[in-house]
């Protein structure tokens, strides 16, 4: 067990690797609630991979095989047990990652146990893999009827021609429906094995009986290999550069994907990550008063959202509104790239309101468990330097990596009646 500590903050974690692989991370912290969450590396993003020969599985079956994972075969639902013990469980499925989670105050070394039993005990049948298919359709349906959903769902397949990005975590409705309990059994062999997982615990714990419990757990039981994923070769340009989609709505929605090659430079992906949320800042939020014109605007009825979404070599610059037209709208997204430098001061607001975030977020039990998790699923460790390198960013080097960025290839969704 090695004890680490965050720069800047008050903050200790303990970092252990048990012989299966698994990698657990405990934070103490002297609050009243626990936090503790098992991440499996494979999501959304999975559709070929080679265990011994090459697969290839239904879109959508990560998140498919989350919702099955709390039924078990002697009638238990984990669920059930959190509730029963005080405790508030659930999970998601992200592009990369299946995060099961509990937290609660009381009855923790019961809910740790449920926990592990969650990602542990897979029972499959055809009965209620069949159930659980007419469920996920109704999930997808509710989702798609949504038009902000539905406006993002397609620009992002438009984006991509063979990344399985292009398609929803949920799958597609074909792909739902393609869902045996024999591709599930393939896929929980093969991912959900200790070295492909980690676990993180944040509270009122002794980090030695949290290790000392999984091992004891984990003592005889044998685990397949993992499964090597297969991501096919991704090229630059949008496959669809602009879709109308007909719907019974008030409002126009124009959703805007900027898809853009950040494979060229040679920063750390938290380093970089950062400067691109610095052009988004600068440039699309207050602090640069982008938001002011954007409500004198007539042609555009609500703000203007976005977001940064790093997919391997690409960075998805998402941006939605309510709007007139659309194309006064890009225009001013258009004519915000185009002049991408950044003084110090705004600059130096960013770093402070970040750094100040850390020390607000490291004060709570759920949050930091939170910061500490998607750390480890971003960029596959914890950044323990992470204020430093804050402070460390310049105008310099944002300016430099802004004037090699290409917006050329974006793809547009709009819904209307």
Not at 66 to 92: L, Q
Not at 211 to 230: H, L, M, Q, R, T
Request: aromatic share 12%; net charge negative; glycine share 4%.
């Amino acid at each position: 067990m090695e004890k680490k500590k965050f720069a800047g903050l008050d903050l200790e974690i303990y970092e252990h690797t048990l012989d299966n692989g698994l990698k657990i991370y405990v934070c103490p912290m002297d609050r009243y609630k626990i936090d503790a969450r098992i991440t499996v590396n494979v999501g959304g993003e999975l559709e070929k991979f080679k265990n011994g020969e090459e697969v290839t599985v239904p879109f959508g079956i990560a998140h498919f095989l989350e919702h099955k994972m709390f039924s078990k075969a002697d009638g238990t639902d984990i669920s059930s047990i959190y509730e029963k013990n005080g405790a508030f469980g659930n999970a998601y499925t992200d592009d990369y990652s299946t995060v099961y989670h509990f937290n609660s105050p009381v009855n923790f070394w019961d809910n740790l146990t449920a926990l592990f039993r969650c990602v542990n005990e897979p029972y499959f049948t055809d009965e209620n893999v069949e159930k659980e298919i007419g469920i996920i359709e109704q999930e997808l349906m509710a989702l798609l009827s949504d038009p902000d959903a539905l406006a993002y769902f397609k620009a992002k397949y438009n984006s991509y021609h063979n990344s399985v990005y292009k398609y929803p975590v949920i799958g597609t409705e074909d792909s739902i429906k393609a869902i045996t309990k024999e591709a599930l059994y393939m896929v929980y062999n093969s991912f959900y094995v200790p070295s492909n997982m980690h676990l993180v615990v944040t509270g009122k714990v002794n980090p030695e009986e949290v290790i000392k419990f999984a091992e004891e757990y984990y003592k005889d039981k044998k685990f397949n290999k993992v499964g090597k994923k297969v991501i096919p070769d991704e090229p630059s340009a949008v496959c669809v550069k602009e879709e109308v989609i007909h719907k019974n709505i008030n409002n126009k929605i124009c959703f805007v994907n900027y898809k853009v090659d950040i494979s060229k430079f040679s920063l750390s992906n938290f380093e970089l990550q950062r400067y691109l949320n610095i052009l988004l800042l600068s440039k699309f939020s207050s602090l640069s008063g982008f938001n002011d014109v954007v409500l004198k605007n007539e042609n555009i009825l609500s703000p203007i959202d976005w977001r940064l979404d790093v997919k391997g070599k690409f960075a998805n610059f998402n941006f939605t509104a309510e709007v007139i037209d659309e194309k006064v709208a890009i225009n001013l997204l258009e004519k915000q790239f185009n002049n991408l430098k950044i003084d110090d001061e705004i600059l130096d607001l960013i770093k402070k309101n970040w750094i100040n975030g850390y020390i607000l977020t490291t004060d709570k039990v759920i949050p930091t468990s939170t910061l500490i998790n998607e750390m480890l699923i971003k960029y596959n460790e914890i950044i323990y330097e992470a204020i430093p390198i804050i402070k460390s960013l310049n105008k310099e080097k944002a300016n430099e990596i802004f004037s090699k960025l290409d917006f050329s290839e974006r793809a547009v969704a709009i819904v209307q009646k």
